[in-house]
């Protein structure tokens, strides 16, 4: 909620395989919960997700995570990928 108070970037764990496990979770549950629905218009709705947070949410995140760590995110980034 506050990226711009961030202290350390944490390239351990989970972040070692992505770069945002916490949103790769969530569109998940979506696919589940889609499946569920087993309706022809769900994944639109994946996709709007998809966008939404990259557009809106990964993308700001990720512009002050760099003006931040400059460097040592840019090595993360090119090492690691955004979703999985």
Known sequence: ???QATTV???HGVYRF???PMYVSL???L???ALF???WASPVGLALFIIYMNRFQIAPEERVL???FGEEFDA???RVRRWI
């Open 27 to 29: 569109l998940l549950y």
């Open 37 to 39: 629905l087993a309706n």
């Open 18 to 20: 992505s770069r945002n």
């Open 66 to 68: 760099e003006e931040r």
């Open 1 to 3: 909620m506050k990226p």
């Open 9 to 11: 970037l944490v390239t």
């Open 76 to 78: 993360y980034r090119r």
């Open 31 to 33: 696919v589940g919960f």
